[in-house]
């Protein structure tokens, strides 16, 4: 052995080739297509370290050092990769890869450039995973060169990174080795990805993403890819979207990526023909049938031949079908809002108007209003869906629903005019759309069969927003990282009576244990990942309602007046209840909590909270102690208020964007003008993150664009440390939270080799 050629090498071999290796190799046998190679097996490079004599000066140095030390660690890898970058190679082997290469160059008969990638191998190691650890050359031609590079991915097996991965997780740096596949790049006219399946769903259909030239200007995010869809039970294209490809990416002379601006026609025009994509479905198919789960797959097309540079299992398809994937057939449509929880309901109509009202909806049935309560919360759970007049994306109906996991369409205008008690409608939380009468499910083929959804784990924590207890079993098993923002209002009005009546009835204990109770239900559900509890925002409007709250004072701009911190502070007794109640959990062993601040203006509300919790005696090292940012104020001072010693900031960007841009996030007749992405809005958020991370107070997002991707996607670029979504929305998040960090990773990766394009 020494020298494999990849048509030579299947699934077994992975001991001794290494995953990426094997894995080429098993297409390569069930025909597809994959462009030529060879592999430099793991025991090469074993035997390279015994014969050289390396072996025993590697072990004696990472036996000295303490991993955890990072400048021990880091000296160790650039002595050990120092010493087999120079030590030469036994000559038999490294004429066996010459002559391979020379091989490869034969056909065309020119030094080819070829893509020299690491390949690690373990023996009966089961759990290793060592992707993405060791390094990859791309372009690389002659043969000297090929040489100097598979030595230097064999040195790349004592990176840092690679070297702690192994202490960590009790592998013997003896039993990993490392192979090293070359194999001929394609000079692609256009490449891209395909998912087999849905890449969330399971369904059968294939999704292609397509670009000019070489394929990194999609995963780096440059370019947007035109993006097809394949039916693949119907057999036929059902989605072309031709995006606009200003540029493409191609290899020079020289091997270096070029960046080539395209004129308006070629970015404009579409990159696959039909028949292009029914081929590349077919390959797709041969090889998820193979290996019997849906494959995320790289392909790139030179000279009209397509070839399929890589392709792994997706591993983000969900177990269970969820409902909302549900299409339904075609049906009258009634009325339409906002898609606020997803699901599909159908049921009986029970207009509620009023309070005593509630006790009319039954099981099953779709609850309609104006607006949902939090005494409606109980009916709520009843509903078979719930449809409502008013409200947005943050609405209670809205919040509370997607909580409880019924489906929900808000902000219909006239839902509770122009539906009747005991009509029975279909509700679509999705689309938001009600349908009259009971709608079927479209039928559809047999699913797929489905992987099962490996957990994804990211730098950036992905949080979830909660403010039901008795939700919070539910919402921890989104698999969030923990919590960052409990929403404490929704219990608060679901009390019996107004927060301030039982301090001035004398109960406070009846409060506090209230506020105790409800409290424990979430930080014991995700005990021990953090819970951020906020403090009381109470807008005088919403807590009117409650029994004793005909007190709260009637303001013309509730948004503008008594509510958030500034509320507290004057109503200390409250704020002290809040503290007690946070106490009594902190003393019973629940530090896995955080204090939040809502509606910070000044560093003197955060230095009087800190004193009052310091007075309460409720000790602010074992818990986090933090603030929102939702004011512009506290966004443009935010250093001094660090100086007031916070751990964290979470970005409230409901009301940061209501106060920057004017617009009361209540009244309709602006909602036009409501933007969380104005460059306002942004530019406070990317001002306060700089400033947290350089004073080391870790930064988050609890408002509503937390649970969108595109802002997601910005924000993990500003280098966030969390992001709190929606629970329905933890699992989109997740994903999108990983692919943005892979393609951090890469784009610094490639940043070396992209760095001398010319404009
Ligand atoms: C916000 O303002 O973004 C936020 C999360 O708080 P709320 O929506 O409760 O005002
Ligand atoms: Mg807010």
């Known amino acids: 052995m020494g020298v494999l050629w990849l048509d030579e090498v299947d699934k077994d071999d992975v001991p001794i080739v290494g995953g ?30 015994e014969s050289s004599g390396l072996k025993e000066k590697i072990i004696e140095i990472l036996n000295s050092i303490n991993v955890e030390d990072t400048k021990q660690l880091e000296e160790a890898s650039k002595k050990i990769r120092e010493m ?32 020299v990638r690491s390949s690690a191998t373990a023996e009966d190691l089961p759990g290793a995973s060592f992707a993405g650890q060791q390094e990859t050359y791309l372009n690389v031609r002659g043969e000297d060169e090929v040489v100097e590079k598979v030595r230097k991915c064999w040195s790349s097996l004592y990176t840092p990174r690679a070297i702690y991965y192994r202490v960590q997780k009790g592998f013997r740096h003896e039993d990993v080795s490392i192979a090293v596949v070359v194999q001929k790049m394609v000079n692609s006219e256009k490449s891209g990805v395909m998912f087999t399946s849905h890449p969330v769903t399971g369904d059968k259909i294939a999704i292609i993403e397509a670009v000019w030239g070489l394929g990194e200007a999609i995963v780096s995010g440059m370019v947007t890819p035109d993006h097809y869809e394949y039916d693949r039970v119907q057999r036929k294209i059902v989605v072309v979207k031709i995006a606009e490809k200003k540029v493409m990416l191609t290899r020079g002379e020289d091997g270096k990526t070029v960046k080539v601006e395209l004129d308006e026609e070629k970015a404009k025009a579409r990159v696959l023909s039909d028949s292009e994509i029914e081929e590349l479905v077919k390959l797709g198919e041969i090889i998820e049938d193979h290996y019997g789960t849906p494959q995320d797959v790289e392909w790139a097309i030179e000279k009209g031949k397509i070839y399929i540079v890589q392709s792994r299992p997706i591993t983000t398809i969900r177990e269970e079908k969820r409902e909302e994937e549900v299409e339904l057939e075609e049906g009258k449509i009634l009325l339409k809002g906002l898609g606020a929880s997803p699901g599909i309901g159908i049921g009986k109509v029970k207009i509620v108007l009023s309070q005593d009202e509630i006790s009319k909806v039954e099981e099953g049935d779709v609850l309609v209003t104006t607006m949902t309560t939090p005494d409606m919360v109980p009916a709520m759970r009843k509903a078979s869906a719930i449809v409502t007049d008013e409200g947005g994306l943050t609405c209670h109906a809205a919040i509370v629903s997607r909580e409880l996991g019924v489906p929900a369409v808000v902000g219909t205008e006239k839902a509770t005019k122009i539906l009747k008690d005991g009509m029975v409608v279909t509700v679509d939380g999705d689309k938001g759309v009600v349908y009259a009468g009971a709608i079927k499910e479209k039928k559809k083929e047999e699913k797929p069969a489905v992987v099962a959804q490996a957990p ?24 969030a990282d923990g919590v960052g923002l409990f929403r404490i209002e929704h219990m608060v009005l679901g009390l019996k009576k107004h927060p301030m009546k039982y301090i001035r009835d004398g109960e406070v204990e009846e409060y506090i244990n209230e506020l105790y109770k409800g409290m424990k239900k979430v930080v014991k559900a995700f005990y021990p990942k953090p819970v951020w509890i906020r403090t009381l925002d109470a807008p005088t409007d919403e807590f009117r309602a409650m029994e004793g709250g005909e007190d709260e004072p009637i303001e013309a701009n509730p948004m503008l007046g008594f509510r958030g911190i500034r509320r507290d502070l004057k109503e200390e007794e409250h704020f002290r209840a809040e503290i007690r109640a946070i106490k009594k959990l902190v003393d019973e062993g629940y530090t896995n909590i955080g204090i939040m601040l809502p509606l910070v203006t000044s560093p003197e509300e955060v230095r009087r909270a800190k004193q009052i919790i310091m007075e309460e005696g409720l000790p602010l090292d074992k818990i986090e102690f933090g603030i929102m940012v939702e004011t512009p104020a506290a966004a443009l001072i935010i250093e001094d208020i660090i100086k007031e010693g916070i751990d964290f900031i979470s970005l409230g960007t409901n ?44 930064t988050s997002i609890c408002g509503q664009a937390g649970s969108y991707p595109h802002v997601v996607e910005k924000l993990v670029r500003m280098g966030i440390d969390s992001v709190s979504a929606n629970p329905d929305a933890v699992q989109r998040i997740k994903e999108v939270v990983a692919r943005v960090e892979k393609k951090i990773m890469l784009d610094k990766l490639r940043e070396k080799e992209l760095e001398n394009i010319p404009d």
Not at 456 to 479: F, H, L, M, Q, Y
């Open 20 to 49: 990426k290796a094997a894995n080429l190799g098993e297409l390569i046998r069930v025909g597809i297509p994959v462009p030529e190679g060879f592999v430099v097996d793991g025991k090469t490079f074993m035997d390279f370290l």
């Open 84 to 115: 087999i970058e120079s030590t030469p190679m036994p000559k038999e082997v490294e004429e066996e890869i010459k002559q391979a290469y020379r091989k490869l160059c034969e056909e065309s008969g020119e030094e080819v450039f070829v893509a």
């Open 456 to 479: 994804i784990v990211t730098a950036t924590e992905v949080k979830v927003n909660i403010s039901i207890p008795d939700a919070a079993e539910r919402v921890a098993a989104t698999g």
């Open 655 to 698: 009301d940061l964007t209501q106060y920057t841009l004017a617009v009361d996030r209540n009244n309709e007749n602006v909602a036009y003008l409501y933007n969380e992405t104005h460059p306002a809005v942004m530019k406070l958020i990317e001002r306060t993150i700089k400033i947290c991370k350089k004073h080391g107070v870790k």
